[in-house]
T-cell receptor
Framework: ETGVTQTPRHLVMGMTNKKSLKCEQH?????MYWYKQSAKKPLELMFV???????ENNSVPSRFSPECPNSSHLFLHLHTLQPEDSALYLC????????????FGPGTRLTVL | QQQVKQSPQSLIVQKGGIPIINCAYE??????FPWYQQFPGKGPALLIA?????SEKKEGRFTISFNKSAKQFSLHIMDSQPGDSATYFC???????????FGSGTRLLVRP
């Protein structure tokens, strides 16, 4: 595997379910990100981790819970989601902050029924 | 202050044409302006980026023009090809920050 991988690629869940999205980066980077991409809206940064410490948390509802057990893995735990949470969830990584390029995974298409 | 406004929302050009996508920002603390390209089913990928100390940057057929006083920047695609059909996002950030602020995207279609 190369680059940034995400599983699953598609997920359908009910509002009472609990599920997790997984991201893995094979680039030796220190920073990892979760973004939400909705139709006709800008990508929204949700969380940033640097060296497994959260450095950004952009007023995301508590029904989204991130976890970064090491610098190569990032999870997004989901519970009691709403239909408006349906979107493409993108993971990215970068060597650090600053001018370092963010490399994106292919995303998980989430549908909340 | 944190927004990046992008236009147009969609764009159709013939092969060989020069599509131009424009972005404007408010926050004068921004000092890094990348453009990302996204194909269906893929995540965005960095295309080209510029810092405000230069007014233009070229990489292959892609050129960024930057107007610091107007707080605007644009992407030009020379000799566009059907393979350039994708969604393009501008973005901005302060160099020290992790946070990229994205525009809303432009869906480009290049007809053969």
């Amino acid at each position: 595997e190369t680059g940034v991988t995400q599983t699953p690629r598609h997920l359908v869940m009910g509002m009472t379910n609990k599920k997790s999205l997984k991201c893995e980066q094979h680039l030796g980077h220190n920073a990892m990100y979760w973004y939400k991409q909705s139709a006709k809206k800008p990508l929204e940064l949700m969380f940033v981790y640097s060296l497994e410490e959260r450095v950004e948390n952009n007023s995301v509802p508590s029904r989204f819970s991130p976890e970064c057990p090491n610098s190569s893995h990032l999870f997004l735990h989901l519970h009691t989601l709403q239909p408006e949470d349906s979107a493409l969830y993108l993971c990215a990584s970068s060597a650090g902050g600053g001018l370092d390029t963010q490399y994106f995974g292919p995303g998980t298409r989430l549908t909340v029924l | 202050q944190q927004q990046v406004k992008q236009s147009p929302q969609s764009l159709i050009v013939q092969k060989g044409g020069i599509p131009i996508i424009n972005c404007a920002y408010e926050n004068t603390a921004f000092d890094y302006f990348p453009w990302y390209q996204q194909f269906p089913g893929k995540g965005p990928a960095l295309l080209i980026a510029i810092r405000p100390d230069v007014s233009e940057k070229k990489e292959g057929r892609f050129t960024i023009s930057f107007n610091k006083s107007a707080k605007q920047f644009s992407l030009h695609i020379m000799d566009s090809q059907p393979g350039d059909s994708a969604t393009y996002f501008c973005a901005a950030k302060r160099g020290s920050s992790y946070k990229l602020i994205f525009g809303s995207g432009t869906r480009l279609l290049v007809r053969p």
